[in-house]
């Protein structure tokens, strides 16, 4: 089994890496073509700006080459987002494997913390990806921007206002949260997705 961790303009790779050793997996950090599309699994995660780190993959035509792997794919928190077709944040044109927008969070008169920073729960959860998660399981989340729902969310969360947590469109999978910093529930999301 090889998985590859995508290496971007993005930061938050390690924390991956360590999670997936804690599941008995090694991964390898690339941004090679070569190495992504030799890969079983291959996982795209992300903290950061979008605008900046769609110029990177555009750069290095990580943009296409994501857009045709064939492999299971899991995008993390701006790597979900990347994966939409539009960010608000800095007016960005992201991939639109997921036909969903992201959106600024607005605090409004909810008196919203933006961010959101830390555990929420998941619910209405459907696909492989979830096997095994009860409904309400906490995981946690550091963001100031949501994907919309529509047909292709698999997981909701609720802070102002419903949003997609998870998205899937055929091998790709995104998480708004992050699973490596989500305890035993964010383990069994990656051991679910290594075994799709």
């Given at each position: 089994m090889k998985v590859v961790v995508i290496k971007?303009?993005?930061?938050?790779?390690?924390?991956?890496?360590?999670?997936?050793?804690?599941?008995?997996i090694t991964s390898v950090l690339s941004d090679d073509p070569s190495e992504i599309l030799s890969a079983d699994k291959i996982i795209f995660p992300g903290v950061g700006e979008a605008s900046s780190a769609m110029s990177y993959l555009k750069e290095r035509k990580l943009d296409q080459l994501i857009l045709g792997v064939q492999q299971p794919f899991l995008g993390i928190c701006l790597g979900m987002q990347l994966m939409c077709t539009h960010s608000e944040e800095n007016n960005t044109i992201c991939m639109g494997i997921f036909s969903e927008s992201v959106k600024k969070f607005d605090s409004g008169d909810t008196k919203l913390k933006i961010p959101q920073i830390g555990w929420n729960t998941i619910y209405h959860m459907k696909s492989a990806l979830f096997k095994e998660i009860p409904e309400n399981s906490f995981c946690y989340f550091v963001h100031g921007y949501y994907a919309s729902k529509?047909?292709?969310?698999?997981a909701t969360t609720e802070y102002g206002l419903e949003y997609s947590s998870a998205l899937q469109s055929r091998n790709y999978y995104g998480v708004q949260f992050?699973?490596?910093k989500s305890a035993a529930v964010?383990?069994?999301?990656?051991?679910?997705?290594?075994?799709?």
């Open positions: 971007y303009n993005a930061g938050n790779v390690k924390s991956v890496e360590i999670a997936l050793e804690r599941l008995g529509g047909d292709q969310t698999i992050h699973p490596e964010g383990n069994k999301i990656i051991q679910n997705f290594i075994d799709i």
